[in-house]
């Protein structure tokens, strides 16, 4: 990796339109949005606000661009991903840019951003090789025939991106979309919108054909519901919420019972047994709790330690916690940073009222930091019941929730107690009680003695209400792609 650079404190601002078919434009209303530092609370910049509108526009050209025949189907594959790869680079070429525009809207440090600038070019590379490496299957069949199979691209996509880590996401959809053939219509989220704007800038120059990629600023409740129920939208793919998701799904349903992949909540259990590796687990429970200001969907929320070395890890915990660098994101040695917007803060802030008048013991934190931004002290909570509201609904903040457990039968139970399955570890030097927690829980993901490793070659996916289908790993690509079977009648005589 390159010596990272300094940030842009103020990076201009260039791009504020609706991107469709190569083209900056305004919405066909004229309305404009506004996008928040929610360090300071100021504005940043008037985004224009697509609506149902724009998103017909954006469908048609996409339709178009995905036609037989077009300069985009026409394409071979590995062209295609020439593209991509061409994509990849331009971003990290301006990757301090598009880093310091994604801190300033989203409020994270900004080595994490620079970072995930950075991963995103690596998802991006990983598809752009992928692109020329679908395949279809020869089978014996009954009969005399010859039967093969051929994937197809699905169509035109909806891709629903969150707030959390607008970039990273941005170069999944974008990724997995366009090495399988689709056309896009993107909605980056309306609190952080100017990373995917600027994306879009590069689309034109790294050579993509016009409405191939086509990016949509706006609300959930407008734009994405315009995606989510286009008659003319083949997929839906969505990150955010359990509750967001099954409406997703729903409009799907009443629509064009389009194909959805959803990646959604999650209330993830990391456990600590008596013979782990203490500071390991320690690091790894706080860094990944702490990031992000608390607002990932892999968090380690819920921490369950063996009683034997229960205490000493709680005391550790709060002691680490007590030393968290809370600001913004470009002060020096800031690990986190503020919440996004009041609505996320106010939750956070009452689910930790919730949580002390239920009898939770706060430890450390549980207050507002500051008078200016959304920012939320790291909270740590003891004596916290598995029936305790904490202990059940996805906080996303940096608030941690530790509970003490005996034997790893019952911590497989506890675990499990919850309506979501998104990610889950496990931290012991006994490789027996490793793979044995790692079979029976039900999560996505397991990491064994560390967290939160996502890579382009692994697929990420919920259990349960945390979602449908698969993200990144060359077998997800068939949630871009339809199976069509072909049977060729032979001549009796073979």
Not at 118 to 137: M, P, Q, W
Not at 298 to 318: C, E, L, M, N
Not at 327 to 339: I, K, R
């Amino acid at each position: 990796m390159a010596p990272q650079p300094k940030p842009t404190a103020n990076p201009e601002i260039k791009y504020t339109k609706l991107f469709i078919n190569n083209e900056w434009v305004d919405s066909v209303s004229g309305k404009k949005f506004t996008t928040i530092n929610p360090a300071n609370e100021k504005v940043i910049a008037e985004v224009s606000e697509a609506e149902k509108a724009d998103v017909d526009k954006a469908v048609k050209v996409a339709r178009a661009a995905f036609e037989r025949g077009s300069v985009w189907r026409n394409l071979d594959a590995s062209a295609r991903g020439r593209l991509i790869y061409n994509l990849a680079q331009l971003i990290e070429d301006h990757v301090n840019e598009i880093a310091s525009l994604e801190s300033l809207d989203n409020g994270k440090p900004f080595n994490n951003s620079y970072y995930q600038t950075l991963e995103s070019t690596n998802v991006l590379r990983y598809f752009a090789g992928c692109a020329d490496k679908i395949h279809g299957l020869t089978i014996p069949s009954d009969g005399k025939e010859f039967a093969l199979t051929r994937k197809e691209p699905v169509g035109v996509v909806g891709a629903i991106i969150p707030w959390n880590y607008p970039i990273i996401l941005l170069s999944f959809k974008l990724g997995m979309a366009l090495a399988a053939g689709c056309t896009v219509v993107v909605k980056p989220a309306e609190q952080t919108p100017l990373t995917a704007l600027y994306v879009a800038s590069l689309v034109k120059e790294a050579g993509f054909p016009p409405g191939v990629v086509n990016v949509l600023p706006g609300y959930g409740p407008s734009t994405g519901a315009a995606i989510s129920s286009h008659p003319d939208i083949d997929k839906v793919s969505f990150t955010g919420s359990s509750v967001v998701g099954k409406a997703i799904l729903e409009a799907s349903a009443k629509s064009n019972l389009k194909k959805v992949s959803l990646e959604l909540g999650g209330k993830s259990p990391l456990v600590v047994f008596n013979d782990a590796n203490l500071e390991l687990a320690l690091k790894y429970a706080s860094d990944a709790l702490f990031v992000n200001a608390g607002q990932t969907c892999i968090a380690p929320t819920r921490v369950f330690v063996q009683s034997g070395v229960y205490d000493k890890f709680t005391k550790r915990f709060v002691e680490i916690a007590s030393k968290v660098k809370v600001g913004d994101a470009f002060e020096p040695g800031v690990f986190q940073g503020p919440q996004i917007d009041t609505k996320g803060f106010n939750k956070v802030l009452s689910l930790i009222e919730t949580g002390k008048k239920e009898g939770a013991k706060c430890e450390i934190g549980g207050k507002r930091r500051g008078n200016v931004g959304y920012f939320v002290e790291p909270t740590v909570f003891t004596n916290v019941s598995d029936d305790m509201t904490i202990a059940k609904e996805e906080i996303f903040g940096p608030v941690q929730s530790i509970f003490k457990f005996e034997t790893l039968d019952e911590v497989i139970k506890r675990a499990n107690n919850t309506p979501y399955g998104l990610s889950a570890g496990v931290f012991t030097e006994n490789l027996n009680t490793a793979l044995e927690f790692s079979k029976a829980v039900q999560a996505g993901t397991v990491w064994v003695n560390q967290w939160g490793a996502v890579h382009p070659q692994t697929p990420f996916g919920g259990y349960k209400t945390s979602g449908l289908g698969r993200e990144m790993g060359i077998g997800s690509l068939d949630e871009y792609l339809e199976t069509k079977t072909i049977n060729i009648s032979l001549p009796s005589n073979h």
